[in-house]
Nanobody
Framework: QVQLVESGGGLVQVGGSLRLSCAAS????????MGWYRQAPGKQRDMVAT???????NYADSVKGRFTISRDNAKSTVYLQMNSLKPEDTAVYYC????????WGQGTQVTVSS
């Protein structure tokens, strides 16, 4: 079955960096669009970044210039490099396979302390 396993979250100070990873299995990763979403307490889940199978990317305005999404098809892994982190980036970050009905990982917590 489809599995998405996120890693790399944690506690970081304002201005710091983290890199999230999402290891995928159970489907043909190379032909699937992938994405990262996040959900802060009491808020809806919002798109952070997406990447197509061809490598085209899209970002939420709030993270443009600070976050970079990338993929390694040989490793069936998608990454989210997060730089210049702000307290408002604190959330649970979810990896999603934008394929068929969509598949979600379990999420990884990112906390940015001021």
């Amino acid at each position: 079955q489809v599995q998405l396993v996120e890693s790399g979250g944690g506690l970081v100070q304002v201005g710091g960096s983290l890199r999230l990873s999402c290891a995928a299995s159970g489907f043909i990763f190379s032909i699937s669009n992938m994405g990262w979403y996040r959900q802060a307490p009491g808020k809806q889940r919002d798109m952070v970044a997406t990447i197509t199978s061809a490598g085209n990317t899209n970002y939420a305005d709030s993270v443009k210039g600070r976050f970079t999404i990338s993929r390694d098809n040989a490793k069936s892994t998608v990454y989210l490099q997060m730089n210049s982190l702000k307290p408002e980036d604190t959330a649970v970050y979810y990896c999603v396979a934008l394929w068929r009905q969509g598949y979600w990982g379990q999420g990884t917590q990112v906390t940015v302390s001021s």
